[in-house]
């Protein structure tokens, strides 16, 4: 059955740094998301992802955060200058064609900020 | 504000013992409403999507029901293995709006 990944599982990183966390979507799905989930909290959208280009971002997903997608089958999420406040898990999802709003999502990146 | 509230916050159930865990939202205009399952450290895993009043779907033990302000998710005799958290969620457009989640514990 297919799956989302995601890589690394848990990363560990010193304030200030720039760190890439990497999603590989399922292969025929056309929208990407991200979200993050500080422990004991809800789960928060950043942003949805489509044809190549943002289509939705909360306020969260301020100038300190960016998305790619560098080829046909890896998405990515950059964090640059980290603060302690960004130590989270960290989930990619995505879904299928228009109007296909279930979404499958990844076992997460565990991100911890020193 | 797209809001998502769900309640109980938790609820610990005897195995067999049928409750609902509710979900309330206040959204301009119901795009979708989904139901999440997840374990700890883990991401959520897809349950259901409803789109319109009166609309039911069921999964095993999981029914998920519709109403114009709030939707239910019923769980008949449950099993010590359907203990996790269950998160509903609504979107407008492409941005999700997730709940708080009810933490459900079915005991042996």
């Known amino acids: 059955e297919p799956e989302v990944t995601q890589t690394p599982s848990h990363q560990v990183t010193q304030m200030g740094q720039e760190v890439i966390l990497r999603c590989v979507p399922i292969s025929n799905h056309l929208y990407f998301y991200w979200y993050r989930q500080i422990l004991g909290q809800k789960v928060e959208f950043l942003v949805s992802f489509y044809n190549n280009e943002i289509s939705e971002k909360s306020e969260i997903f301020d100038d300190q955060f960016s998305v790619e997608r560098p080829d046909g089958s890896n998405f990515t999420l950059k964090i640059r200058s980290t603060k302690l406040e960004d130590s989270a898990m960290y989930f990619c999802?995505?879904?299928?064609?228009?109007?296909?709003?279930?979404?499958?999502f990844g076992p997460g990146t565990r991100l911890t900020v020193t | 504000e797209d809001q998502v509230t769900q309640s109980p916050e938790a609820l610990r159930l005897q195995e067999g013992e049928s409750s609902s865990l509710n979900c309330s939202y206040t959204v301009s205009g119901l795009r979708g409403l989904f139901w999440y399952r997840q374990d700890p450290g883990k991401g959520p895993e897809f349950l259901f999507t409803l789109y319109s009043a009166g609309e039911e779907k069921e999964k095993e033990r999981l029914k998920a029901t519709l109403t114009k302000k709030e939707s239910f998710l019923h769980i008949t005799a449950p099993k010590p293995e359907d203990s996790a958290t269950y998160l509903c969620a609504s979107n407008y457009g492409q941005n999700f709006v997730f709940g708080p989640g009810t933490r459900l514990s079915v005991l042996p």
């Open positions: 999802a995505s879904s299928g064609g228009q109007g296909a709003y279930e979404q499958y």
